[in-house]
DNA sequence: CTAACTGCAAAAGCTTTGCTTTTCA
DNA sequence: TGAAAAGCAAAGCTTTTGCAGTTAG
């Protein structure tokens, strides 16, 4: 049952793992190519996408799926949960002492064995909210404020 | 600030929905797109996924986002969670009547104006649960199984 | 009528993969 | 020294877009 490959530390995944341990923001595997690159200036973005694949199979980092369809990395593995600002789309995380128990609420609605759960709260970030009330609105009546009667 | 555009109701915007509305499933764009073929023979890809776009957008369907890339629709409007199984990947819907309130816990920690969230418990389904169990260790061991020490 | 919409096909992300060379242990 | 990983480039998916023709209202 043991799985007996094993890994190496080089140098392009030890500098990709540093890097994400450093920041608090949440980037994605181009945003980690970038990072990267004033340290190895020759890396591949494949490489970086290996490497992504292989810290968060060990548990090292986290892949983090929120809202959007690109995949982000946390270089924090503790689990906990995710802010999203829906006007700058900027991802915070929620300290790790905030966690709610669903308790067996859910094994017992669905029947499923529930092992683990993902919470994302959307809103406005302090900056949004404050500066950009106005322009957002605007935005998003833009975006979203067509009108239609369906027929059904 | 209104945006006098407007929408027609044309016949592969209602077949679309029409079919979304039948299915508890949480179809892909691409599923949408069979789904509505046998009705709409010549109609294609790009149509479905303006469709789905613009149908997500007046709120008569949900774009969601749940793990994996790729993204799903919903025809059930209404707030709910999901469960997600991890060995065979269905997502199913939460009855709407569990519903959890976080109260102001977030906007006071963050200092963000929270305006949704969005919850997922991954498990497995109750046919995974049962007839799988061994055969999923098996795969997420081979998967994850992979040992190294980062030196970090 | 005419603006919105469709079908088609090409393009545009993001991510994975094949292959040869390099490197860690 | 040999298996794992890197670099490079090509391919693969999903999604978006430009355009000419079609259609709802």
Same sequence: chains 1, 2.
Wanted: glycine content about 6%; proline content about 3%.
């Amino acid at each position: 049952m043991a799985n007996d490959a094993f890994l190496r530390m080089t140098n392009q995944r030890r500098i990709i793992l540093r890097e994400l341990r450093k920041v608090n923001t949440h980037p994605s595997a181009d945003e980690v190519y970038d990072m990267v690159r004033q340290y190895l200036p020759r890396i591949s973005l494949g490489t970086v996408y290996r490497n992504l694949e292989v810290l968060s199979q060990i548990g090292e980092i986290q892949k983090i799926e929120v809202g959007g369809s690109i995949k982000r990395f946390d270089g924090n593995t503790k689990p906990h949960y995710h802010v999203r600002c829906m006007a700058c789309d900027r991802i915070e995380d929620v300290p790790e002492s905030i966690r709610f128990d669903f308790g067996d609420q859910i094994d017992q609605t669905m029947h499923y064995k529930i092992m683990e759960h993902r919470l994302e709260f959307i809103g406005l970030c302090p900056e949004c909210a404050a500066r950009q009330a106005d322009r957002m609105m605007a935005n998003i009546d833009r975006q979203i404020g067509k009108r239609v009667s369906t027929g059904i």
